[in-house]
Nanobody
Framework: QIRLMESGGGSVQSGGSLTLSCAAS????????MGWFRQTPGKWREGVAS???????SYADSVKGRFTISQDSAKNTLYLRMNSLKPEDTATYYC?????????????????????????????WGQGTPVTVSS
């Protein structure tokens, strides 16, 4: 059974930190590009960070310098370290996985230009973990 399970969300004050995890199972993790997206009510999912092509990392401008994406391939787990959190980072955070080259490039582009994505854009999604940042 293919599964992406996010964890680590919660409530923090502005300036605080959180680390999100995404545990993957049921597919060949190393053959996939991975990304983090976030969504607030009434809006599409926004690209936050991605790892594609075996290690090319990209960030949205809004999180550059504050967030760090990483992965432990031995554990099939993707991480997002979030520092200096701001109230505008409040959202539900999702991890996504994609295996096809064109869509991996699309994931990277979505993140870089701060574009939106729908659930149908990439192969697998987790159920999301909420993050609330209070001022």
């Amino acid at each position: 059974q293919i599964r992406l399970m996010e964890s680590g969300g919660g409530s923090v004050q502005s300036g605080g930190s959180l680390t999100l995890s995404c545990a993957a199972s049921g597919f060949a993790y190393n053959d996939y590009c991975m990304g983090w997206f976030r969504q607030t009510p009434g809006k599409w999912r926004e690209g936050v960070a991605s790892i594609v092509g075996g290690g090319t990392i990209s960030y949205a401008d809004s999180v550059k310098g504050r967030f760090t994406i990483s992965q432990d391939s031995a554990k099939n787990t993707l991480y997002l370290r979030m520092n200096s959190l701001k109230p505008e980072d409040t959202a539900t955070y999702y991890c996504a996985a994609e295996s096809t080259f064109p869509k991996c490039i699309r994931m990277q582009t979505t993140v870089i230009v701060g574009a939106s994505a729908s659930a149908s854009d990439f192969m697998y999604w987790g159920q999301g973990t909420p993050v609330t940042v209070s001022s």
